[in-house]
């Protein structure tokens, strides 16, 4: 990916103010979550989430997952493996986008996750003809 197409595809990430993530549960269903995320340049997605969620369970057995965000009619979708991380690495992106974090900081289990990606499909059905590219990494 180039730095142009990577730095208008975070811009879109960063505009974005819900997504809804997708994993597996231990019986082998589908399960999803919306979720508040912030986005690193590097286009990986950090969110929050207590580790009594089946959320923090699922992700922490089968960590591939999806993780689709749009505005309008741009989409994002896009999969990659998640991995419980120490806030430490990602505080200023994650608190610079959800400042409000930090009131969470004292919730019983508070966790984080990152997502780094795998593969990524932005679609732009507002364009004539619709826009869709797709990345791989």
């Known amino acids: 990916m180039s730095p142009p197409e990577?730095?208008?595809?975070?811009g879109f990430m960063a505009a974005c103010d819900l997504a809804v993530v997708g994993y597996v549960s231990d019986q082998g269903m589908p399960q999803s979550a919306v979720l508040a995320f912030a986005v690193t340049p590097d286009l990986e997605i950090v969110f929050d989430t207590v580790r009594n969620s089946r959320k923090y369970r699922n992700l922490?057995?089968?960590?591939?997952?999806?993780?689709?965000?749009?505005?309008?009619?741009?989409?994002?979708?896009?999969?990659?493996i998640a991995e419980e991380t120490d806030l430490d690495r990602y505080?200023?992106?994650y608190f610079q986008k959800l400042p409000d974090g930090r009131d969470r900081l004292s919730w019983p289990?508070?966790?984080?996750?990152v997502v780094r990606p795998k593969w990524i499909r932005y679609s732009d059905f507002h364009a004539r003809p619709p826009q869709i590219e797709e990345f791989s990494f």
């Open 109 to 113: 289990g508070i966790t984080y996750f």
């Open 6 to 10: 990577s730095a208008k595809l975070h």
């Open 60 to 80: 922490k057995a089968r960590p591939q997952c999806s993780v689709v965000m749009w505005i309008g009619e741009i989409t994002v979708q896009y999969e990659g």
């Open 91 to 93: 505080k200023e992106v």
